[in-house]
């Protein structure tokens, strides 16, 4: 399968291809080199059909893995508990650490 450097920074030095790739070049890869350089998408574009399939897959994954993580990271339960241990420690530090000035 083929993909091509559309990298913003021209070319590029790839070690899993074990060579550079100039600007705008196409390149032939199998599919475990495509799906880890495709990933980067403002890098690399798929070039034919099987790459265009890949990376339809990737950016379905994308999208899921957002969706999934995106709650888990900004857990109403966290930051509220969160904020709430730093007022009951921190203000009592704060006081302490105050009287001892």
Same mark, same amino acid.
């Given at each position: 399968?083929?993909?091509?450097?559309?990298?913003?920074?021209?070319?590029?030095? &790839?070690?899993?291809?074990? $060579?550079? /790739?100039?600007? *705008? %070049?196409?390149?032939? /890869?199998?599919?475990?080199?495509? %799906?880890?350089?495709?990933?980067? +998408?403002?890098?690399? @574009?798929?070039?034919?059909?099987?790459? $265009? !399939?890949?990376?339809?897959?990737?950016?379905?994954? +994308? %999208? *899921?893995?957002?969706?999934?993580?995106?709650?888990?990271?900004? =857990?109403? =339960?966290? +930051? &509220?508990? !969160?904020?709430? #241990?730093? %007022? @009951?420690? *921190? =203000?009592?530090? #704060?006081?302490?650490? *105050?009287? =001892? #000035?």
């Amino acid at each position: 399968m083929r993909i091509k450097n559309i990298s913003p920074y021209g070319a590029l030095d &790839v070690p899993i291809l074990r $060579r550079p /790739v100039d600007a *705008g %070049e196409s390149v032939d /890869v199998d599919p475990e080199h495509a %799906e880890a350089l495709l990933a980067q +998408d403002e890098n690399w @574009a798929p070039d034919d059909d099987a790459a $265009r !399939a890949i990376f339809a897959a990737l950016e379905g994954v +994308d %999208e *899921g893995q957002s969706n999934q993580t995106a709650p888990e990271a900004s =857990g109403p =339960g966290d +930051d &509220v508990s !969160a904020g709430q #241990q730093w %007022e @009951a420690d *921190g =203000g009592a530090a #704060q006081r302490e650490g *105050g009287e =001892g #000035q």
